[in-house]
């Protein structure tokens, strides 16, 4: 009984065997293909998740291209020295994004002192070369030129494809590989109406995945934020936003990973004529990394800012992680 068990059983073992030798091979990779392409989402999600392309933004501090800053340029006639020694970083992520703390004007006088700023027209050879993207005009010297200054400088912009977050229009939005990218623009140093704020962070954040809000404010040459600040900040995360970005105090603050967002309470000067105190010649240049709708990473490296107006790269860097990815 038992050798007539193996018997049946090693015959039924050879039919099976011939039965897939009747086929070719392109039967069975076509039928793998098959498969592969209709994995549920359970099994072949992560593996797609682990593929989607990341986005970059680089932010720097305050850009006040006067003062000692233009006139440096003017005796070099190189609009592009404050940026020689960044450029490449700054243009590496896909988005850059300044704090323009100095208008454009035609007849701006060469000047080493005063507290009215204006530059160079041409210094926008500068922008392009650090592949700037997006200017941020909400602070307290874009007017130093009045309504002119002002005009032009948006007009100049505009012609060299930079946009910008203006007095009249603070909000826009960018689009990488398929994900709307929100920029928001506050001037906060002459008074402002905190519920406002918020609720047009939580009406612009409905639009876009990302939302980043840049906020001139605290108290200059403070080295750190204000509890009135600390407070609408993360007001302002929960609002919606993913990321404040800190301009005016001229020196570096803390930086916060709240709930999700990450807040910058102030990455100090990048191009500046400040040369009397280390901590207004040194300041932050941050690297933020999106998946998604959520910051992933974010990476600070130090500039030091040589001859009154040129920013280096100091060997120090910072790394955290904000959200989840």
Known sequence: MKEKFIGFLILFLIIIFLFFLSFDSSFFSSKIELTEKNLPQSLFGSLLKEKEEVITLIAVGDVMLGRSVNAKMRSLNDFTYPFLKTASLLKSADLSFINLESPFYSDCPTTNEGMIFCADPKVTEGLLLAGIDIANLNNNHIRNYGNEGLNLTQNLLADNKIDFLGPENNFLVKEIRGTKIGFLGFDLTSGYQKDKIIEQVAKEKDKVAILIVSFHWGIEYAPKPSLKQIELA?????????????????????????????????????????PWSEATKTGLIGIFTFQEDKLVKSEFKEIYIQNYSQPELIEKETTSSAGNP
């Open 234 to 274: 993360h007001q302002i995360i929960d609002a919606g936003a993913n990321l404040i970005l800190g301009h005016h105090p001229h020196v570096i603050q803390k930086t916060e990973d709240y709930h999700d967002g990450q807040i910058v309470y102030s990455l100090g000067n990048f191009v500046f004529d400040q």
